[in-house]
């Protein structure tokens, strides 16, 4: 009896993923070893615009990054710019190139026996379509109250962040177009040289990001490049375009981009001379969007070939998405700009979520109209399975071949809305509705827009991934247990306001099978 005991309790260790405790970490420094001036909070102090690179600016423009020093006394009371961005829904307009800014939010010291107590840290990569967005926008104080150090960051956008050129590969020893991912690799770097500054662990940081932040970190977890630089991961509907596209292609596009900008020698001369003005208004790449590139440097190959090869940096990871993930999209690209879905277009905006239009037919076979309350709702269901829900599901079962790996469905239908007007559908648990429940967005208070049963999921949201971010599993935050995802436990914790519960219909529900077979997942 007492050896089943023990294999039983085994197993359930095996399930659960606690078996990753760390040894309380100290370290010996002084309280003035950080003499920047910082804001004082309720929670600790938050110190920002801290610059973590030099500005890309002149001959830097298009290069990796110049990775800078501590700046000693700073005041760190004010905001950086944002990377240039038009305006938008999703980030504040800006045409600053100074814009490599990072900012730290501290919670207050604790003192062991020892020394300090050092401080899990979790880096928030914001998203945005890599166009839009920055980090101070992002409030972290419901993670920074469970004792976690948080550093948010920008890095640079569109086409001065991602886009390729001849030119720029030539210059760059055979590789251009991921400068934004590089900026990512700096400012990690100045984590791992600099947090102990501010009371963090730099053997116990956690990358997190949503939407192209959770693309990112999939790509740092593909990239050679930022090995070591973190130990843990967290992807919020970031598996949408796990086969980047080849230097090649970016590079035509690039070619073609800078004879609209006003480059049509394609000089890097004349690409450096260009004003941002120039470049934001004629940076549209077109359907595909801004996206990481295999140029052989920083990603050698596709985060799906690296996945799927077992060739990656092998961290703990929670991966997810939220369940109608796609409403956000059928909005902005039809009810928003003045053609809602019809019966009569249903086809054609199946087509515009990126099907190939030889399988729309096929494919509308499976989400037929009378099934759902408007063919807005339709397409959302569809572009949710297609985008995010069936490639989280592919990365999650290949992730956790290698790696402890925990998978969740972000399911609140009440979700609030607060970036988009009413439109004709209920955009349920949108693309980017789970931010809210574990940051404060857009200038607001985290969770100033949730009611008593939503603050409680957020609760228990903050718990897991302060917990994931402390012991590598959030099966010590108090919350309902969360299995971790295997061959034995094909189980997703489904994140809903009536408490998390586990399930294991993922697949059925979101049609993985047709999937798999239409587009060979």
Known sequence: ?????????GSFVLAVGVGSLQAQAFYHGHDDDNTMTGVETDYGTKYLGIPYAEPPVGDLRWKAPQLLEFPEDYDATTVGAGCPQAPSAFGLPSVSEDCLYLNVYEPEKKRGFWGHIKRPVMVWIHGGAFTYGEGHTYDPEKLVEEGVVVVTVNYRLGALG???????????????GNYGLMDQQAALQWVQDNIERFGGDP???????????????????????????????????GAYALAQPPLQQWEYLGAGLAAAMGCPDQSLSCLRSLSVEQILANQDPGPVGWLPVVDGDVLPQTVQSALQSGDFNKVPVIEGTTRDEYSLFTALNFDLVGNPVTAENYYTA??????????????????????????????????????????????????????????????????????????????????????????GTNGQAQGVNL????????????????????????NLSGAPLWIRYGSNYELMKSLKPTGPVSFNNFAEAHQCDLWSAVLGY
């Open 451 to 474: 009611s008593d049963e939503q603050k409680q999921l957020s609760d228990d949201m903050v718990r897991y991934w302060t917990s994931f971010a402390k012991f590598r599993t959030p």
């Open 203 to 237: 053997d116990r940081v956690t990358i997190f990001g949503e939407s192209a932040g959770g693309l990112s970190v999939h790509a740092q977890i593909a990239s050679p490049k930022a090995e070591e630089l973190f130990s843990g991961a967290i992807i919020q509907s």
């Open 162 to 176: 991602f886009m390729a050129h001849p030119a720029l590969t030539a210059e760059g020893g055979g590789a251009s």
């Open 1 to 9: 009896m007492c050896s089943m005991l023990k294999a039983l309790a």
């Open 350 to 439: 199946i087509a515009q979520s990126g099907i190939p239009v030889e399988a729309v037919p096929a494919v509308a076979s499976f989400y037929p109209l009378e099934a759902y309350s408007s063919p807005g709702a339709a397409v959302t269901a569809l572009g949710t399975d297609f985008l995010f829900a069936c490639n989280s599901l592919s990365s999650i079962k290949l992730l956790s071949q290698h790696v402890p790996t925990y998978g969740y469905e972000f399911d609140d239908p009440n979700a609030p809305q607060i970036l988009l007007p009413p439109v004709s559908f209920p955009y349920g648990s949108f693309h980017s509705s789970e931010i809210q429940y574990l940051l």
